[in-house]
């Protein structure tokens, strides 16, 4: 048995991809590997899997390069960098190869077409704005799908959101969501504030407020807290000593007690337990609401 096939980024003997000349030469690297023969690929294919032959995974890997830069140029229009596609892109070969089966009869670019979009479909959700725009499985459809219409439409009409919607399947409002979506754009939290007098900021820091440390708000919810405890306290007091124990020993104790706990205590049968705790603890809850 030979070694299993692991895939991991950054293991094959290929140019880097760190800048634009390296990406020329990655390109010419990649083309340069002559395309293999369906009989190639097939023998190659039946080592790796019956003979766990890394060798040949790896030539399968490289003859297919050229196939991954070609998926990665159509996801261009995202803003994001072709190399770092590729490189999402030749993961997705990897865990292909690795689990091509040569007798299904057909060709290894047929079946890892699927996974290199995958993981570069990913990696363009995760990457493509701050705030995650399409999180299930329905919203990433909606999203590429619809990316693709606005390239044909541009700002959709109702009459083109209602065609949408049909086409894919979903209601109008979530085509007109995800297209708020895809059109916001980030902003800094805190941008630097630009020099003179004329100078606008506009940045979310200058008029979001954080309520949540208000020192009026926070003083009030101290405020409050300590008066319900008293007023509950006294409601307890109030309480005949049967009631107050139960209660206490029900709701305030580490170790609760169990209605037949309390049943044989005081000589009478749980359902009777239960309905002082009932009554008592309707009790409190007047008294607290009161406030």
């Given amino acids: 048995m030979g070694k299993e096939l692991v895939v991991k980024k950054n293991t094959l003997p290929i140019p880097a991809l760190s800048d634009t000349d390296g990406l020329d030469s990655y390109i010419r690297f990649a083309n340069s590997i002559p395309m293999l023969t369906e ?25 297919h390069l050229r196939f991954v830069i070609k998926v990665a140029r159509g996801f261009s229009g995202y803003g994001l960098p072709i190399t770092d596609l590729i490189q999402e892109g030749n993961i997705g070969l990897m865990k292909a190869v690795r689990r091509f089966d040569p007798e299904v009869g057909v060709r290894l670019v047929s079946f890892a077409v699927h996974w290199i979009k995958a993981e570069m479909h990913e990696y363009i959700l995760k990457n493509w704005r701050i705030v995650k725009i399409a999180t299930t499985k329905s919203q ?51 941008a630097p504030i630009e020099e003179g007098d004329d100078a606008k900021a506009y940045h979310p820091s200058l008029y979001l407020e954080d309520q949540s440390r208000n020192p009026e708000a926070l003083v009030e919810d101290d405020d409050f807290e300590q008066k319900t405890q008293i007023k509950l306290q006294e409601a307890i007091d109030e309480l005949d000593e049967r009631s107050r124990d139960i209660i206490l020993s029900r709701w305030f104790s580490d170790e609760k007690a169990t209605l037949h706990d309390l049943a044989a205590k005081y000589q009478i049968s749980a359902e009777r337990v239960r309905q002082l705790e009932e009554s008592a603890m309707g009790r409190l809850k007047s008294s607290v609401a009161h406030l």
């Fill in 140 to 190: 990433r459809k909606l999203f590429f799908n619809l990316r693709s219409s606005k390239k044909r439409f541009g700002w959709l009409n109702e009459e083109e959101i209602q065609d949408v919607a049909k086409e894919l399947g979903v209601q109008p409002e979530t085509v007109v969501e995800m297209e708020k979506r895809m059109n916001a754009y980030d902003m800094a939290f805190d």
């Fill in 39 to 63: 009989a190639e690929e097939k023998e190659l294919a039946e080592r790796l899997r019956y003979q766990q032959d890394i060798d040949a995974a790896q030539a399968l890997i490289m003859a």
